[in-house]
Antibody, heavy 119, light 110 residues
Framework: EVQLVESGGDLVQPGGSLRLSCAAS????????MSWVRQAPGKGLEWVAN????????YYVDSVKGRFTISRDNAKNSLYLQMNSLRAEDTAVYYC????????????WGLGTLVTVSS | QSALTQPASVSGSPGQSITISCTGT?????????VSWYQQHPGKAPKLMIY???DRPSGVSNRFSGSKSGNTASLTISGLQAEDEADYYC??????????FGGGTKLTVL
């Protein structure tokens, strides 16, 4: 059974940093593109970043470029999101999501981890 | 990277059909057949309902269907059931190798 479990969410002050993790099981992480998608409280979904299987390609939404870094460790079946220079508007539930092979959508999602940026 | 445009809310009675629209641009919906739709119940993770404009993943009811015309995609739910009450989000791949979501539509089953 495919499972994605996010962790690392916390309350952090503006300007601070946080590293999110996503543990994958039930499939071979190294074969898939992976993404982070976030949802601010009471708001809609926003795609944040994605990463190719061997990290050769990474893409980001404009609002996080230069502040967030997506990475992965296929040997540990884990996906990461390093978030620096955090702002209040980064407050959201962060989901990791799998992009299925040969398709451009997200077929499995985790339950998310909450990041709150506030002083 | 502007969000796709969806109506904030739609409603329908059990057994009826409803359609949710999703409008983008030629750089996303209009340029690719990579529109997908997600259902999200409160406090839950999104669930893929439609991909590649009109295809359904295994296990998704055939009451859910999708279509596209120009820069606008649509999700139709026929034979509305109480459990269909949820938020629905459209999404599209874009010309700059990113994804964009709609603002979400709250479906109320009366």
């Amino acid at each position: 059974e495919v499972q994605l479990v996010e962790s690392g969410g916390d309350l952090v002050q503006p300007g601070g940093s946080l590293r999110l993790s996503c543990a994958a099981s039930g499939f071979n992480l190294s074969s898939y593109w992976m993404s982070w998608v976030r949802q601010a409280p009471g708001k809609g979904l926003e795609w944040v970043a994605n990463i190719k299987q061997a990290e050769s390609e990474k893409y980001y939404v404009d609002s996080v470029k230069g502040r967030f870094t997506i990475s992965r460790d296929n040997a540990k079946n884990s996906l990461y999101l390093q978030m620096n220079s955090l702002r209040a508007e980064d407050t959201a539930v962060y989901y990791c999501a799998r992009r299925p092979l040969r398709f451009l959508n997200f077929d499995y999602w985790g339950l998310g981890t909450l990041v709150t940026v506030s002083s | 990277q502007s969000a796709l445009t969806q109506p904030a809310s739609v409603s329908g009675s059990p057994g009826q059909s409803i359609t949710i629209s999703c409008t983008g641009t030629s750089n996303d919906i209009g340029g690719y057949n990579y529109v997908s739709w997600y259902q999200q119940h409160p406090g839950k993770a999104p669930k893929l309902m439609i991909y590649d404009v009109s295809d359904r993943p295994s296990g998704v009811s055939n009451r859910f269907s999708g279509s596209k015309s120009g820069n606008t995609a649509s999700l139709t739910i026929s034979g509305l059931q109480a459990e269909d009450e949820a938020d629905y989000y459209c999404s599209s791949y874009t010309s700059i190798s990113t994804w964009v979501f709609g603002g979400g539509t709250k479906l109320t089953v009366l």
